[in-house]
């Protein structure tokens, strides 16, 4: 048993996120939810076009929950919506190169604290041998 008091597995599985978190608080960038990462990381690790419907359908979750996180993300210039020229009903989500640079600083922080994890996890394998 860790010191958590959670499965010594467990524990292993949160220790990397939570210092992945912490970076994240420390690095002064906007607070963003859990919808708001989910539909930005949607956004840009998944082949588009990406409409308000597409990404409900997606993330199970109302057209209203995602115009609101859409606006959220767009304030900061994460994302850019566009109108279809073919059918004015549809707007598409674009990429944009702040959320390009905030999504590169994210996965530098989560690299750097799983390489601290895994030096952790060497330091304990070499002390139980």
């Known amino acids: ?53 597409g990404l409900a359908a997606k993330l199970r979750v ?19 919506r566009q109108k279809d020229e073919s059918d004015l009903r549809n707007i598409f989500v674009e990429r944009t190169a702040q959320g390009h640079e905030f999504l590169e600083t994210f996965a530098g922080m989560i690299e750097t604290t799983q390489g601290h994890a895994d030096r952790n996890q060497n330091r304990e394998d070499r002390a139980y041998l």
């Open 62 to 80: 109302s057209k209203p929950v995602i115009t609101r996180a859409l606006n959220t993300l767009g304030a900061f210039g994460y994302i850019r």
């Open 1 to 53: 048993m860790s010191l958590s008091g959670l499965d010594d597995r467990i524990d292993a599985l949160l220790s990397p996120w939570m210092q992945t978190v912490i970076a994240y608080v420390q690095s002064n960038r906007p607070d963003l939810t859990n919808r708001q990462m989910a539909l930005l990381l949607v956004v840009y690790l998944t082949q588009g076009p990406h409409t308000v419907r």
